[in-house]
């Protein structure tokens, strides 16, 4: 009889886990006149059956590009294993492309630029086409936004201009302004040079300060997370948002652990930015 057993958990050991797969999507742009191409993670049994998910927009930092979240987060390990455990919800997850490596010559960032109007096309383009094809999101109850760096800035400020439109916003190391004297100092305007005018430009602390009280009553309809590390160049920044917010009666969790501005940290950052987004869903 053990012997049996035995032969039963070793062929149950060689057995495939359960996991999810990403596939990697393009759409064509009227606002942008391109292409742009968008990694999809998809929860293990996406297709088997006809469901509606919630779908969770994960968006990467300056330099990096549509592919970072998987090649250097490993997210669709993390997802897989967050999902098999039960502490998250089988979700869509979508990484769009905003940037590349030659910052000085390709777009990067989440925000309308001189000839270059990203946060139109993420609007008005890829959200509503991007959940028509995967079956996901539709409403705010089923929609979440989050990113590192940039894409932390650009999480928060989307959350802060839609807030009918998303649930809760996980903010890691987020870029969250720029100083006007860092853009005088700049050698020329090239597209580098544009991204940090609009981080400026769409500064989420100026947000904060210039938001009435309606704006504030809609803000509070969103669970907000901060999260970054002790020895980051950008904790002041994040810092000021969490406590603006507290000072504006907006609640936020904010935490700061043992770390720098790398991808140790936001690996661990998205175990924990998951289960958050999955709360928050209905």
């Avoid at 035995?6 to 064509?28: H, N, Q």
């Avoid at 979240?69 to 294993?81: C, F, I, P, S």
Wanted: glycine share 8%; aromatic share 12%; charged share 20%.
């Amino acid at each position: 009889m053990k012997k049996i057993a035995s032969v039963i958990l070793l062929a149950l050991a060689f057995l495939p886990l359960r996991a999810g797969k990403v596939v990697t999507d393009s759409l064509y742009s009227r606002v942008l006149g391109a292409t742009v191409k968008y990694n999809v993670y998809l929860p293990d049994g996406y297709g088997k059956m006809e469901r509606h998910y919630p779908v969770v927009y994960l968006l990467h930092g300056l330099s990096d590009d549509y592919t970072a979240w998987e090649r250097k987060g490993n997210m669709q390990t993390v997802a897989d294993e967050l999902v098999r455990s039960g502490e998250i919800k089988p979700m869509v997850v979508i990484m769009p492309n905003a940037g590349g490596p030659d910052i000085h010559n390709t777009w990067n960032g989440y925000f309308n630029m001189p000839g270059w109007n990203y946060e139109d096309f993420f609007f008005s383009e890829f959200m509503p086409a991007a959940e028509k094809k995967y079956s996901c999101g539709g409403g705010k109850g089923q929609r979440a936004v989050m990113g590192l760096s940039m894409g932390g800035g650009g999480s928060t400020v989307y959350a802060q201009k839609h807030p009918d439109m998303f649930s809760s916003c996980y903010a890691m190391s987020a870029w969250l302004d720029n100083n006007n004297e860092e853009l005088k100092s700049s050698p020329k305007k090239d597209k580098l040079y544009y991204v940090q005018m609009a981080v400026r430009e769409n500064s989420a602390l100026d947000f904060i300060d210039k938001a009435d009280a309606a704006t504030l009553d809609k803000l509070r309809t969103v669970a907000w997370f901060i999260d970054c590390g002790d020895d980051d160049f950008l904790l002041h920044l994040n810092y000021s948002l969490h406590m603006k917010m507290k000072k504006a009666g907006v609640h936020s969790e904010l935490r700061v652990r043992n770390g720098v501005h790398n991808w140790e940290y936001w690996h661990l950052a998205l175990r924990l930015s998951l289960p958050f987004a999955s709360r928050t869903f209905n």
